[in-house]
């Protein structure tokens, strides 16, 4: 009788371990499941953050970066360009408002209307860029030594203009030439040496990247513009010159063609007039602040 009591007793017992065992395990599988939804929930919270993080920084540097510089717009000729800024450009926004710059610039002076054109600059406080024709200094040595003076800068333009000597020689000699010339001649007038050009007719098509290569390893840098405003196309017409910049201004920075002519002259006031209800600066050109604005975007230059 005391052994079966004995074995009913053990019965029981391994009845009871098992039964813990099992409910034991039981438990281990609820907490390892629940372990395992709570590691999933932080994955998940964590990608999220994470996720979060980078769209809100990608958004912080989209806002506080200038906007990319627009794609020139140029007869068909030349194409569509792309000017690219240097690391030295100053920022495009400020306190997040986006400065609207104009650069003013002046092809084929010097000439009798040099000091006309400074006069209506200086009325809107404004300065521009002269490209002068080497042919022309001599002439007109008071007027080149004024816009320094007032704060213009003193660009080159060949010494001749000539596009046949200048592009059809077969090299760039000719080219190259002609500027380092009308560089010591500038130089003697304002005791200065300027490195900025600007190709007559354009640097495209006629001047490719071998081409570029010598301007550059001559030293110097070139100019050609956003907004061409074919005054020179436009004699008598200056409703037209201003028409012609009203349409075609529009990006945050600005280089506007015009060359030294009575037209310009009579469409100067307006054109400034215009550009500053637009909101726009005028800036002249500084060497210490170079930019590249040529039509093949060519960094050298």
Request: aromatic share 10%; net charge positive; no cysteine.
């Amino acid at each position: 009788m005391r052994v079966q009591q004995q074995e009913a007793t053990r019965e029981y017992g391994n009845a009871i371990r098992s039964m813990s065992r099992k409910q034991t395990h039981r438990r281990r599988k609820i907490r390892y499941g629940r372990l395992s939804v709570a590691l999933m929930l932080i994955a998940l919270f964590v990608a999220g953050m994470t996720y979060l993080f980078i769209g809100m920084t990608h958004w912080i540097k989209t806002v506080a970066a200038p906007p990319p510089i627009a794609v020139i717009e140029q007869p068909a000729k030349l194409g569509m360009i792309q000017v690219t800024p240097e690391a030295k450009e100053e920022p495009a926004r400020f306190l997040g408002q986006v400065r609207k710059v104009a650069y003013i610039t002046f092809d084929d002076g010097p000439s009798i209307y040099t000091d006309q054109l400074l006069d209506i600059l200086k009325q809107h406080e404004a300065k521009a860029t002269f490209f002068m024709v080497g042919r022309q200094l001599n002439e007109h040595r008071g007027a080149v030594k004024r816009l320094v003076k007032e704060g213009s800068y003193p660009g080159l333009h060949s010494m001749t203009h000539n596009y046949t000597k200048l592009y059809k020689s077969g090299s760039s000699a000719n080219f190259v030439n002609e500027f380092k010339k009308e560089q010591k001649m500038v130089e003697k007038i304002i005791g200065f040496t300027p490195h900025l050009i600007r190709a007559p007719y354009g640097s495209s098509p006629q001047i490719g990247e071998a081409f570029r290569g010598d301007i550059a390893a001559a030293g110097f840098k070139m100019w050609d513009w956003t907004t061409d405003s074919l005054d020179w196309n436009l004699p008598g017409q200056p409703d037209k010159i201003v028409a012609r910049v009203s349409n075609s201004v529009h990006r945050d920075k600005e280089v506007i063609l015009m060359h030294e002519r009575e037209q310009t002259v009579q469409a100067l006031p307006r054109i400034m007039k215009l550009l500053e209800e637009r909101g726009y600066e005028f800036e002249v050109y500084d060497p210490n602040a170079h930019w590249v604005v040529n039509f093949s975007g060519d960094t050298r230059l």
